[in-house]
């Protein structure tokens, strides 16, 4: 075994973590030019991602799994391309979703809840299971091959990014864009906080449509009126009926009176009312309604909140207080229909909101809340898109994005949990409000000593939206915030590009007066290989540390990254990752061949003809060129899959299917021994680079092995100027065409077009690959190319040498031939060479029984009721099988006769 010679097998599990470590080691992650060093030069242009911080003490999912592989992509390539390259790792603390699972560990293990634990002591429980698990989401990232600047890492709530927090909020507040209020907010009573409108789920679900009677104060005439939450009556503080509504017209301005409470209400009038929905009238319940609440505002109608912070009645509830909504509804529905105030109830399909966290019932409830004043930051953003300063890819989101923002409330930001940037705002006694950078030991309007933090914290999309300038040092002015800011692009899904990706841009813009990053890619989700969501109760989710254990990391990432386009969902099958861990061994292999190539090289004093090129050489090259520029548009256009499938097909087909074989033979005549090798090496060379940024593992150890072998070669030349590992090499530049390229494409690929039907046709009649087969071609104005070309012909075909007959035109056809068209040339192959007429006629009439068969079973299935009563697809599918069975016994028939 010569040195260099590639073990038979790639083994992945090997090879990857011993990869990885040398690119770390090797500091290869790292910004070629960094602006904390001595020999930093500033005309060097940089090339920025912050990746989107998963979860701390999240576990790595495929979602993970396809952000990471396009980012990596990303910088791969721009790194290979001379840019000075950064991309930012970290995480967030996750406010809610962290705090759940640390009070469920406590309550399982300890059996006690967070408010007996404590504040204090439950916050460092969560520090420590931070620092506990938080380091296993990175180590997974670092399986997906992520060339991350791992000494950059930050964390939300580091003590440098929680100063960023307190700045901005500190700014917002001087600047009069942060207050506190009430407000109608969603209010999740399992998880005890406001959650944001982002994060509430509409499902369509059955319900209870309730009607009874509002009666009017002092007589005995009522408005009808519905609701599907009979409960809230607790809180009404009107009726509304629109104002030319004439069954309701003569009680506008009267008193309604309040079921069983016998609270007294106006009757007002107002255009949102409908006169045809329902029955027309309308409940006002601006404490627990968004619609009610803007017809509160409009009529200065007081509000009223009916339930706790729990979801149960409070003592605006009268009798009910206490009782948890659902059980209040149904004993306030009980006491009515007692009372004579029911009309009867219908099942009703309405929207109910849910918890995306939780799935529990939202309730809409006024809290005292702290907001930021979106309108001035909002039209910033819209501007920024606009204007093009920032470019959403793809282009059709930005209309969603202009949806959004023009139609933007102002954002809640506090939310009563314990973990995460407590609001930096203190009170004394007198409510004075201090807000401040620093801690305070006064109040700053009455200096009295006596003052107590809020009690609550900031939404993590405060701290995740000031992600790409917080993590590079601001608000400090860095040398990292000065060279590496604004970053380039914003990867990410398209499911939050309101949460995050919005709120990054109005954020950058306020506070750096430039938009964060010039380009906002989006991808779509992950799904299974039938299009389906994945879920644990389907059973269908696809675990990528599960899948890279077993066909290594390079498949998963081809297979997301070559199945995807932007904004588009993309189907994943366990079947497309096994295919593509084949296409791994398929380069492996090519690598051994052409590392064999140059092992098998001596001297080449002697050897070098006159340099010229086979027809073979030239299209590989030509092919090569066109895959270069197609991959660098398709780059551009942010066309990655299609990038990537171009790849592999230039190197499953183009390469290694057909070149190499070529390559094999001109191999054995020692004129064109050197030039083949050489050949081999520039075109695999580059086929690598090109699929490095898609495949990082493989692509670096066969590159290194393939530099080796070079290096002590009688071809050490080509590598001189090689680097020496491949994840910082060149990536291939396009190069002019020089004119010979398109006849020299074309007259190989009727040579293709030859062999294929020549090789079709030996497979439709079971020839063995050992026989070899006479032929006799008429190649009209293509005979002297064919008659240069015969020996790879008859290579490739399996025909005999001997008994290949290339002519420009052939008076009288062959008898008992077969005749195939291949461009403008025609083919003859004798039957009596391909079949062996005495079997073969037996072996014809076997399969025609066999086939008879199948149609006439096929027939009386399609003839029954099957076609009527089985699923359209089914039917369609057993017809195309007949009609396919059909068409092979014809073609039997033929060959028969």
């Not at 409000?433 to 003052?451: F, H, L, N, W, Y």
């Not at 299935?861 to 069975?885: C, I, M, N």
């Amino acid at each position: 075994m010569t040195k260099q010679e590639l073990p038979k097998a790639y083994d992945f599990k090997a090879t990857e973590s011993r990869i990885y470590a040398m690119w770390e080691q090797g500091g290869y992650f790292k910004p070629h030019n960094d602006p904390n060093k001595p020999d930093f030069d500033p005309n060097v242009k940089p090339f920025v991602i912050s990746i989107p911080p998963p979860n701390v003490t999240g576990e790595l999912h495929i979602g993970h799994a396809m952000f990471v592989s396009v980012e990596d992509l990303m910088i791969r390539y721009h790194r290979m391309k001379g840019f000075s390259t950064l991309w930012v790792p970290g995480s967030d603390h996750a406010g809610i979703a962290t705090q759940l699972m640390v009070e469920r560990d406590l309550l399982k293990n300890e059996e006690i809840t967070r408010e007996e634990f404590g504040r204090d002591k439950f916050i460092a429980r969560t520090w420590e299971w931070k620092h506990k698990y938080g380091g296993m989401i990175y180590n997974q990232i670092r399986r997906l091959g992520a060339s991350c600047d791992w000494d950059r890492e930050c964390f939300t709530l580091d003590e440098r990014l929680s100063r960023a927090v307190r700045e901005a909020f500190v700014r917002l507040y001087e600047k009069g864009l942060i207050y506190r209020g009430p407000r109608l907010i969603n209010w999740s009573p399992g998880l005890k906080t406001a959650v944001s409108d982002l994060e509430v789920e509409y499902t369509e679900e059955q319900a209870t449509l309730y009607y009874f009677k509002y009666m009017i104060a002092g007589s005995d005439e009522f408005i009808p009126v519905a609701t599907i939450r009979p409960e809230t009556i607790l809180g009404d503080t009107a009726v509304a009926v629109h104002p030319e509504d004439e069954r309701f017209k003569k009680f506008i301005g009267r008193k309604a009176v309040v079921p069983i409470l016998g609270r007294e209400i106006p009757v007002i009038a107002d255009e949102y009312v409908s006169m045809e929905f329902g029955t027309g009238a309308l409940k006002i319940t601006p404490g627990h309604d968004p619609n009610d609440y803007a017809i509160a505002q409009r009529h200065n109608l007081p509000i009223i909140s009916m339930l706790d912070k729990e979801a149960k009645v409070n003592e605006n509830g009268g009798k009910y207080q206490g009782q948890d909504r659902i059980v209040a509804r149904k004993n306030i529905w009980a006491d009515m229909k007692t009372a004579g105030l029911v009309i009867k109830t219908e099942p009703y399909t309405t929207t109910i909101p849910r918890s995306q966290r939780g799935g529990e019932i939202v309730e809409p409830m006024i809290s005292e809340q702290w907001f930021v004043k979106m309108e001035s930051l909002a039209h910033k953003g819209l501007e920024a898109v606009h204007t093009g300063q920032i470019k959403i890819v793809p282009e059709r989101f930005e209309k969603v994005y202009y949806n959004w923002l023009d139609n933007i409330k102002d954002w809640c930001i506090s939310r009563q949990l314990w973990w995460g940037h407590r609001i930096p705002v203190w009170y004394c006694p007198d409510h004075h409000m201090t807000v401040t950078r620093e801690d305070p030991t006064q109040c700053a309007t009455c200096g009295s000593k006596e003052i107590h933090q809020d009690e609550d914290v900031l939404d993590t999309w405060f701290s995740s939206g000031l992600w790409p300038f917080s993590t590079l040092g601001w608000p400090e002015q860095t040398p990292d915030l000065k060279y590496f800011y604004p970053t380039s692009y914003m990867e990410t899904g398209y499911d939050i590009l309101f949460f995050w990706v919005a709120r990054m841009i109005m954020t950058g813009l306020e506070f750096t007066e430039v938009p964060p990053f010039h380009t906002v890619y989006l991808h779509g989700l992950v799904r299974d290989e039938h299009g389906h969501k994945m879920s644990k109760t389907k059973g269908n989710v696809i675990d990528p540390l599960i899948v890279m254990d077993e066909f290594g990391t390079d498949a998963l990432r081809f297979t997301l990254l070559v199945g995807s386009t932007p904004g588009n969902d993309t189907n994943v099958g366990i079947k497309k990752v096994e295919a593509n861990r084949n296409f791994a061994n398929k380069i492996w292999n090519a690598g051994r061949f052409v590392i064999n190539a140059i092992d098998s090289l001596e001297k080449i004093e002697g050897q070098r003809s006159d340099n010229e090129w086979s027809l073979a050489d030239s299209w590989i090259w030509a092919k090569l060129q066109t895959l270069i520029r197609d991959v660098e548009r398709q780059f551009q256009n942010f066309q990655y899959g299609q990038a990537g499938q171009q790849i592999y097909e230039f190197l499953w087909s183009d390469f290694a299917d057909w070149y190499v074989e070529i390559a094999k033979r001109q191999m054995q005549n020692e004129a064109s021994k050197v030039q083949t090798v050489e050949t081999l090496v520039h075109v695999f060379d580059i086929s690598l680079r090109l699929l490095h940024p898609f495949t990082p593992f493989i692509t670096e150890e066969v590159w290194g092995h393939l530099r080796n072998s070079l290096l002590e070669s009688p071809l050490s030349h080509l590598a001189k100027d090689w680097t020496e590992v491949l994840i910082v090499a060149k990536f291939p530049e396009q190069r002019d065409l020089e004119g010979w390229e398109e006849a020299k494409t074309a007259d190989f690929t009727l040579i293709q077009e030859l062999v294929r039907s020549i090789r079709n046709l030996r497979a439709e009649k079971n020839v063995a690959p050992s026989r070899k087969l006479a032929a006799q071609i008429a190649a009209g104005e293509k005979t002297e190319l064919l008659k240069q070309q015969s020996a790879v012909i008859a290579a490739l075909a399996g025909l005999n040498t001997d008994e290949l007959k290339i002519e420009t035109s052939i008076q009288h056809k062959p008898e008992d031939s077969i005749a195939i068209v291949a461009g403008s040339v025609e083919i003859y192959i004798p039957l009596a060479g391909m079949v062996d007429l005495a079997n073969d006629k037996p072996r014809l009439e076997k399969e025609l029984k066999e086939l008879q068969s199948h149609i006439e079973r096929l027939e009386k299935l399609l003839s029954s009721d099957f076609a009527s009563k089985a699923p359209a697809a089914l039917v369609t599918k057993e017809r195309e099988k007949l009609e396919g069975y059909k068409d092979t016994a014809e073609k039997i028939k033929a060959q028969i006769k």
